[in-house]
């Protein structure tokens, strides 16, 4: 089993910060990819940043140079940065991750969410 548990949501006001942060714990061996989505109310849960194991990492277009994700390999965690929050980026941020298992089985888990309210 695999859990993924997030912290780090909130209200905020327009302009400002927040930092997500989410770890791993259960029977891990290795994780490849991890990532942050989101899922708006009325709307598909979407990716917002990605970062492979050798830290390469992709966003999505509205939050490129607002948002910054990275990770501890060594802790199995992964943050995202937000800065210059927007009410748009208001909505439910979950953490992915995606690995193997000790006896090598894979694994691609999802954390419980965390609200991320962005309003004045």
């Known amino acids: 089993q695999v859990q993924l548990v997030e912290s780090g949501g909130g209200l905020v006001q327009p302009g400002g910060s927040l930092r997500l942060s989410c770890a791993g714990s259960g029977s891990i061996s290795s994780i490849n990819a991890m990532g942050w989505y989101r899922q708006a109310p009325g709307k598909e849960r979407e990716l917002v940043a990605h970062?492979?194991?050798?830290?390469?990492?992709t966003y999505a277009d509205s939050v490129k140079g607002r948002f910054t994700i990275s990770r501890d390999n060594a802790k199995n965690t992964v943050s995202l940065q937000m800065n210059n929050l927007k009410p748009e980026d208001t909505a439910v941020y979950y953490c992915?991750?995606?690995?193997?298992?000790?006896?090598?089985?894979?694994?691609?888990?999802w954390g419980q969410g965390t609200q991320v309210t962005v309003s004045s």
């Open positions: 992915n991750a995606e690995g193997l298992r000790f006896g090598w089985s894979p694994f691609a888990s």
């Open positions: 970062i492979t194991g050798g830290g390469r990492t």
